[in-house]
């Protein structure tokens, strides 16, 4: 546990120098930047909205608006300032979709896609999740936006109801219920494969 | 345990689902907790929810399309941003709009004051005008010179006679003619021709004294039009590479 904080601390202090470039008017600074958190805010964001392209969009336009507004960086952790510039941009896709609808994931190409890692080496337990993983990312993306939402900052990015709720601009009661209405359905679209996840929670 | 799978259909799942999530609290948590004793699909559900919430971290994802890495030209050719940068953006979208708008303005305008000038309007005649009314010519509808010049003879066509201004010659004329031998005879005097109402050289109080309102309206809707279409080219050549 300490060593994990030693870590972090060293990746928080990393990134507090790349800023601190970056505002200089460093480009290659905030690239760095870039590097070191973009695997996270494409999974992020392409959670929350479904087709690849305009996620792709979003999360250019969010590494955009970061570079844009470095002087609004309070301090704090990197990673979740970024991540919160990415909801927010994720959000604009979605209105945007809304008015323009897109076509949801599309058909599942294997190596398009990337299972989770697994420290599972048997074949059929890889075979499994990986299989899991997909029907659970088709269920997600067939839900509402706003369902999706709370789901995949409360279940997948840890946010708790006080957060979701700010960045979402809704009350704590909505944000439980599109929670609890989210799984609801995720549970009836998962309901002829719902084999695959018994067993996995304690 | 032992409840029918259609008695759970009728159970409130969304119970089930804030009980599973932790969130059911007081006489909630005591209704959910009774329909986890009493009925085994209601159990099963709220398991089967936590686990899929519990799944959700590995839920797969595609592969990231690209490497988000700034370039230096993409930062400098997008509009800078800041709390007012959609709203720029949004003012800036509709300047550019305003272009084939005022480029449809100025067309309506050019195709007025050509309907203008084919009728006469641009010349200011009014003939012209009494003349698309079916009025005859010279009745001094128009302007009040108009009017006068008509009284006078003035600017008709070579040949056209005007009634009225027959009518005040004959007026002004002494009432003597000439007669071979030098000796004058006291003519009778000659009934006045009947002029008609509507040939009066008077202008009516009402008639407008401008220009007519089609072309007024031409030219404002040609100026708005030049107007538009300047501004709207210029946002689209500030604006460059976006579009």
Request: glycine share 10%.
């Amino acid at each position: 546990m300490e060593y994990a904080g030693t870590v972090e601390d060293a990746a928080q202090h990393r990134d507090l120098g790349l800023i601190e470039r970056a505002r200089g008017g460093d480009l290659d600074a905030f690239n760095e930047l870039v590097l070191i958190h973009q695997d996270h805010l494409w999974a992020l964001v392409v959670r929350l909205v479904p087709d690849p392209d305009q996620a792709s969009d979003a999360v250019q336009e969010a590494f955009l608006n970061a570079y844009r507004n470095l002087r609004s960086f309070r301090g704090g952790s990197v990673r979740s300032w970024l991540g919160r510039i990415a909801i927010n941009a994720a959000m604009d896709a979605q209105r945007f979709r809304k008015r323009r609808p897109a076509q949801p994931y599309p058909e599942l190409e294997d190596e398009a896609w990337q299972p989770p890692a697994g420290d599972d080496a048997d074949p059929e337990r890889t075979a499994m999740a990986t299989e899991r993983s997909r029907v659970l990312a088709d269920a997600l993306a067939l839900i509402t936006d706003d369902q999706r939402t709370a789901i995949v900052l409360f279940d997948v990015e840890g946010y708790d109801y006080g957060e979701i709720a700010e960045l979402t601009g809704v009350s704590l009661g909505t944000v439980k219920s599109r929670i609890h209405r989210g799984r609801l359905a995720l549970r009836e679209l998962l309901e002829d494969r719902i084999g695959l996840f018994r067993g996995d929670a304690g | 345990m032992n409840e029918r799978a259609t008695d759970h259909d009728s159970h409130d799942r969304l119970l089930i689902a804030a009980h599973a999530a932790g969130d059911a609290e007081g006489p909630d948590r005591e209704r959910a907790e009774a329909l986890l004793g009493s009925c085994a699909e209601c159990a099963r559900l709220a398991a089967d929810l936590r686990s899929v919430a519990a799944a959700l971290p590995s839920a797969a994802v595609p592969r990231r399309p690209r490497d988000f890495r700034l370039r230096l030209a993409e930062v400098e050719e997008r509009p800078a941003g800041g709390p007012f940068a959609g709203l720029r953006r949004s003012i800036e979208a509709f300047r550019r709009s305003l272009a084939p708008v005022g480029a449809g303005l100025a067309t309506i305008g050019i195709a007025g004051l050509l309907l203008a000038g084919t009728t006469g309007l641009l010349g200011g005649s009014s003939s012209a005008v009494l003349s698309t009314v079916g009025a005859p010519v010279g009745t001094g509808y128009g302007t009040s010179r108009d009017a006068n010049d008509n009284a006078a003879g003035g600017p008709l066509a070579p040949g056209v006679a005007s009634p009225a201004a027959s009518a005040a010659s004959e007026q002004r004329t002494p009432a003597a003619t000439a007669v071979p031998g030098g000796g004058q005879v006291q003519s009778i005097p000659t009934p006045k021709p009947a002029v008609p109402e509507k040939l009066s050289p008077v202008p009516s109080p009402a008639a407008p004294s401008g220009p007519p309102p089609l072309v007024v309206g031409s030219v404002v809707v040609l100026g708005l039009g030049v107007a538009f279409w300047a501004i709207g080219r210029i946002a689209a050549a500030r604006a460059g590479p976006e579009d």
